[in-house]
């Protein structure tokens, strides 16, 4: 079975990505027992912080896959037993990347390549933007998924995040498969259901149909650095993370793979 490479995307902050990200990390590595490396491409460095506990993340940095020479990646392996390609809280650097040259985009890939039979997955976690990193991610996979929130404006984002998504497909990355979004923070509410026809509307066939609600643990979880379901009272959120991500592994089965 060849490596399944999933990025993360909407230009959009606080959607769910970095949390959606991590949680399928641990859900992989501790359910399915998958080899499982995770790679921060957003200097925020969220996903980071979740997987090493707040600790400055070792060895290979994801700014660092921006390096024109070859070099030996070296991804640290956190205490889940996930390995990591980090960024460092805020670092400079990393937001400095969004200057490069377009040429250099394609450089993630390269250096992933030459590791990535190691895993049965990579996930790669972007950016809340439409630049030089969130095309390097959508280069380096061949899977997309979107994390959304539900509101007035949902629409008008995700007209242009899809956009920008099949432009990517048609002109950079023929092989990547737009998995559509998921619903995060779901509250069941009417004002909730009008947005999510509009947005079924906008995107046809693209919205999942397991949806993530709101629930604290998962922001426990997330602080902690842990799997949902060791968080206390993380059972409800647990169950719908475990139908989102079913829904996932099931629709890449079904893809050409
Ligand atoms: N379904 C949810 N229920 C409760 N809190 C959530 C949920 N999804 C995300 N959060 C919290 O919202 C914040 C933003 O989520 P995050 O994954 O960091 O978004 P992004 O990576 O898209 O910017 C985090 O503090 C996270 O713990
Ligand atoms: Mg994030």
């Known amino acids: 079975m060849s490596v399944k490479r999933i990025a993360f995307a909407n230009q959009k902050g606080g959607v769910g990505k970095s949390t959606i990200c991590?949680?399928?990390?641990?859900?992989?590595?501790?359910?399915?027992?998958?080899?499982?490396?995770?790679?921060d491409m957003d200097a925020q460095g969220n996903s980071t912080s979740t997987l090493t506990h707040g600790e400055d993340p070792s060895g290979t940095l994801a700014n660092e896959l921006f390096k024109t020479e070859a070099f030996d990646l070296q991804p640290m392996t956190t205490?889940?037993?996930?390995?990591?390609?980090?960024?460092?809280?805020?670092?400079?650097?990393?937001?400095?990347?969004?200057?490069?040259?377009?040429?250099l985009v394609g450089l993630p890939r390269q250096h992933l390549e030459s590791i990535?039979?190691?895993?049965?997955?990579?996930?790669?976690?972007?950016?809340?933007?439409?630049?030089?990193?969130?095309?390097?991610?959508?280069?380096?996979?061949?899977?997309?998924?979107?994390?959304?929130?539900?509101?007035?404006y949902a629409v008008d984002g995700l007209a242009g995040l899809f956009e920008t998504l099949y432009d990517v497909k048609e002109n950079y990355n023929e092989e990547l498969e737009i998995l559509g979004a998921i619903v995060n923070e779901y509250?069941?509410?009417?004002?909730?259901?009008?947005?999510?026809?509009?947005?079924?509307?906008?995107?046809?066939?693209?919205?999942?149909?397991h949806h993530l609600q709101h629930r604290s643990p998962i922001d426990t979880a997330t602080m902690v650095g842990q799997p949902v379901w060791k968080v206390r009272n993380g059972r409800a959120a647990a169950e719908e993370f475990k139908a989102v991500f079913e829904e996932l592994k099931a629709k890449i089965a079904s893809s050409a793979q």
Do not use: M
């Not at 909730?192 to 999942?208: G, Q, T, Y």
């Open 22 to 39: 991590t949680q399928l990390a641990f859900y992989l590595r501790e359910r399915d027992k998958q080899r499982v490396l995770v790679v």
């Open 79 to 103: 205490d889940s037993g996930i390995d990591l390609i980090g960024s460092r809280k805020n670092d400079r650097e990393g937001y400095d990347v969004e200057a490069l040259p377009l040429e």
């Open 116 to 152: 990535w039979d190691n895993y049965n997955y990579v996930l790669i976690d972007c950016p809340p933007s439409l630049g030089r990193k969130l095309l390097a991610a959508l280069l380096a996979v061949k899977y997309v998924v979107s994390p959304i929130k539900l509101s007035g």
């Open 187 to 209: 509250d069941r509410s009417a004002a909730h259901n009008v947005s999510l026809a509009n947005v079924r509307e906008a995107i046809p066939d693209l919205v999942f149909q």
